[in-house]
């Protein structure tokens, strides 16, 4: 059992004006959550989210010495931070609210109001069973790593590189082939302009390369995530070059002497097939 003792659950089943109520049974969905494992008490209202409303959740916690509360009502996007201020109060920690959504899943997209009746009673029932599982939450702050990392280098990743760097941000652009440019670099004109593809991509190309918070990873992949938003370490895959980094011009001729088999000699475009693909160099 979570702590805050043995759960009192109060639901709320919100009938949104004609929005859930001309859909789903509300007074018969409150009826069914009061007899649910682990409900102290439940009740319908016009608007969950009014003053009233809210007024009618206080009263309640106290009045029925409730430790957990949820609401049915509209999608949590819209009135979770309201209900969780309401929840907090009345005085419980406000991650002992949870919040189901009965009009934009259930009411909004379902045609039968029996079938809808149906639903938000399955839905208040897994919401029950949950919100006894909460614990009380507090909220903290953690340092973050504003560093991006951006797998691809095509034009999408080229340009949310640039985005990112050009706003003071390091960015990490990781590209598994041996230049950046995706699809974009085999294109002659691009539809529906037929503007040059080129013309558009090359420079774009040239900033990232000379872009001081810009750090391009190419003939690279990425081999582990780990951590979480914010915090993340990531391991890359750095493949061989077979040749002497600073010295390298980008002339290619050493492609066409390359003894491995793994090096890229070029890309073609197949004749009648839209398939473009990495040649790989054979031995
Ligand atoms: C034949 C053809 C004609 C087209 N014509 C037009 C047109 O006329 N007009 C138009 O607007 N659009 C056109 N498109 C579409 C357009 O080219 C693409 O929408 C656009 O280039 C996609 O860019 P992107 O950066 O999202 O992806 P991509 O260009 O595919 O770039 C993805 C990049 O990510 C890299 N990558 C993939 N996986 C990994 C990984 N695991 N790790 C590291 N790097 C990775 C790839 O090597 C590549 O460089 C055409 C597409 C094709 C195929």
């Known amino acids: 059992m979570s702590e805050n003792g043995q759960p009192r659950i109060g ?5 949104c004006g004609a929005n859930i109520a001309d859909k789903v049974n509300v007074a018969e969905v409150a009826e069914f959550a009061s007899k649910l494992d682990n409900v102290t008490f439940a009740a319908e209202y016009k608007f969950m989210c009014s003053d009233p409303g809210q007024d009618l959740i206080r ?34 920690n406000p991650f002992y ?23 938000a009673k399955a839905l208040i029932s897994a919401s029950v069973r949950r919100v006894a ?10 340092p973050v790593r504003p560093e991006v990392l951006i797998v691809g280098g095509g034009i999408a990743g080229i340009h949310a590189a640039l985005t990112y760097a050009n706003s003071g941000k390091k960015v990490y652009l990781v590209e598994k082939e041996a230049s ?11 539809f529906p302009t037929l503007d040059c593809s080129a013309c558009i991509l090359t420079p774009k190309m040239s900033d990232v390369g000379k872009h001081p918070n810009i750090e391009l990873l190419t003939w690279s992949e990425v081999k582990e ?25 980008g002339c290619g001729m050493c492609w066409e002497c390359c003894p491995t088999t793994i090096t890229p000699s ?9 398939t473009i693909k990495t040649v790989l160099k054979e031995n």
Request: aromatic share 6%; charged share 30%.
């Open 11 to 15: 639901v709320f089943v919100c009938q």
């Open 59 to 92: 009263k309640s916690i106290k009045e029925h010495n409730l430790n957990r509360v949820i609401v049915a009502s509209c999608s949590p996007l819209m009135h979770e931070p309201t209900f969780r201020g309401v929840t907090a109060e009345g005085e419980l």
């Open 97 to 119: 609210f949870q919040m189901t959504n009965i009009r934009e899943q259930v009411s909004w997209v379902t045609k039968d109001p029996e079938a809808a009746t149906k639903k």
């Open 133 to 142: 599982l909460h614990e009380a939450l507090e909220k903290k702050e953690v």
């Open 180 to 190: 950046i440019g995706g699809h974009m670099s085999m294109l002659d004109k691009t």
């Open 225 to 249: 995530i780990s951590g979480y938003v914010g915090n993340f370490e990531v391991t890359i895959n750095k493949k061989a070059r077979y040749i002497d980094v600073d010295k390298c011009n």
């Open 266 to 274: 070029q890309r073609t475009i197949k004749k009648g097939d839209l």
